[in-house]
């Protein structure tokens, strides 16, 4: 079986930057695209950035676009998103994401294995 686990999260003021890990293990994630996805209380959960098992595509929801940034390191088999300017409006859960398909797309229901979510505070 396949294990995600995020780490990262936490309490940072509007204007901070956090950076999140998601740690794989049981599977050839290496081969598997990842992403991103977000869900605040009372809300959908919500695409965030994703990208490609070679990663060559990278894609990230407009909200985010410019602050955020997606990366993997494949001989640790860790995904990190790195968050720069964050505002309150990006706090969440956030969970990290793979399918059994090298490239990545941006609905929620592609993804095949979920970690458990990290939690990410921004106050103003």
């Known amino acids: 079986q396949g294990q995600l686990v995020e780490s990262g999260g936490g309490l940072v003021q509007a204007g901070g930057s956090l950076r999140l890990s998601c740690a794989a293990s049981g599977r050839k994630f290496t081969s598997y695209a990842m992403g991103w996805f977000r869900q605040a209380p009372g809300k959908e959960r919500e695409f965030v950035a994703a990208?490609?098992?070679?990663?060559?595509?990278?894609y990230y929801a407009d909200s985010v676009k410019g602050r955020f940034t997606i990366s993997r390191d494949t001989a640790k088999n860790i995904m990190y998103l790195r968050m720069d300017s964050l505002v309150p409006e990006d706090s969440a859960n956030y969970y990290c994401a793979s399918r059994v398909w090298s490239e990545a797309t941006l609905e929620k229901r592609d993804y095949d294995y979920w970690g458990q979510g990290t939690q990410v505070t921004v106050s103003s």
């Open positions: 990208i490609s098992s070679t990663d060559r595509n990278t």
